[in-house]
């Protein structure tokens, strides 16, 4: 069983849908959890930073944080073109050693 | 402030021979960690620097070497070059260990 499992995909919505983007995690001692986006032949780019469960939301971003379920989200609300990409998730324990998730390939179709 | 900058883009290697991934940051950061991404696996971890002279291995370090003899540089070596060494590389750089990972743009490396 991988440490981190996300469903790669590919999804493909309509422009202004709402994407919804998930994972789960088997490691009880993860505390910080990101999602990074990553537009075609480039890095990574950090999108959300969350810490303990809840929401965090930055503009049409809302990340959320499930701890007793082991599962994280990210929403993306009236989605655009520009916003097609593949969306890692991301979460360490108290070191610098982050578990990547597979990522997820968003297609946002004008 | 360029970030983190990664040379060469792109490289194909043969079978057994040697090369070397650059990677400089200009942000002053002391965390530097090389990466590598295979297709729906995710990135995984092969090397990490805390400071200028101390380097560790990652999940992946078989077949890999690093040095960090200043703060802003971190080349990862490939001694005997392999088939499964293919892949794309990401160097990046953080603060602190707490801190946000910034990314290089990548190399992608194919060995035949």
């Known amino acids: 069983q991988k440490e981190v499992e996300q469903d790669p995909g590919p999804l493909s919505v309509p422009e202004g849908a709402i994407v919804s983007l998930n994972c789960t995690y088997s490691n009880s001692a993860f505390q910080y959890f990101m999602w990074y986006r990553q537009y075609s032949r480039k890095g990574p780019e950090l999108l959300m930073y969350t810490y303990s469960s809840g929401n965090k939301e930055d503009g049409r971003f809302t990340a959320q944080v499930d701890k007793s379920s082991k599962y994280i989200s990210l929403f993306i609300r009236d989605s655009q073109p520009s916003d097609s990409a593949t969306y890692l998730c991301a979460m360490t324990t108290n070191d610098y050693k982050l578990s990547f998730g597979a990522g997820t390939t968003v297609t946002v179709r004008a | 402030n360029a970030g983190v900058t990664q040379t060469p883009k792109f490289r194909i290697l043969k079978i057994g021979q040697s090369m070397t991934l650059q990677c400089t940051q200009d942000?002053?950061?002391?965390?530097m960690y090389w990466y590598r991404q295979d297709p729906g696996m995710g990135l995984k971890l092969i090397y990490y620097s805390v400071g200028a002279g101390i380097t560790d291995k990652g999940e992946v370090p078989n077949g890999y070497n690093v040095s960090r003899s200043t703060t802003e540089d971190f080349p990862l070596r490939l001694e005997l070059a392999a088939p499964s060494q293919t892949s794309v590389y990401f160097c990046?750089?953080?603060?602190?260990?707490?801190?946000?990972?910034?990314f290089g743009p990548g190399t992608r490396l194919t060995v035949l």
């Open positions: 990046a750089s953080s603060q602190t260990r707490a801190d946000t990972q910034y």
């Open positions: 942000m002053n950061h002391n965390y």
